[in-house]
């Protein structure tokens, strides 16, 4: 089943070819930074701990989306054979 979901969204991508794949990596690598800034800026500017801890949270959670979106692209050009 996998499998051919994984099949039928590498022949919706087949024209990206790997600048399409590059350009996935691109916001992917910009979100880790968003989050890695957002981070920082929460534990330098918020003085009381509840919002200094919410917007850690949110900016590891950002992280996460660039992580996801990187390893998510690296599967596909894996798979693609690039």
């Given at each position: 089943m996998r499998q051919r979901a994984a099949r039928r969204f590498?022949?919706?991508?087949?024209?990206?070819d790997y600048d399409g794949l590059n350009a996935m990596k691109i916001p992917g690598f910009m979100l880790l930074l968003a989050g890695w800034g957002i981070t920082l800026a929460a534990i330098v500017l918020l003085p009381k701990p509840?919002?200094?801890c919410v917007f850690m949270l949110a900016g590891v959670a950002v992280e996460l989306l660039g992580?996801?979106?990187l390893i998510r692209s690296q599967y596909l050009a894996r798979q693609v054979g690039l």
């Open positions: 590498l022949r919706a991508i087949n024209h990206l509840v919002p200094r992580l996801g979106l």
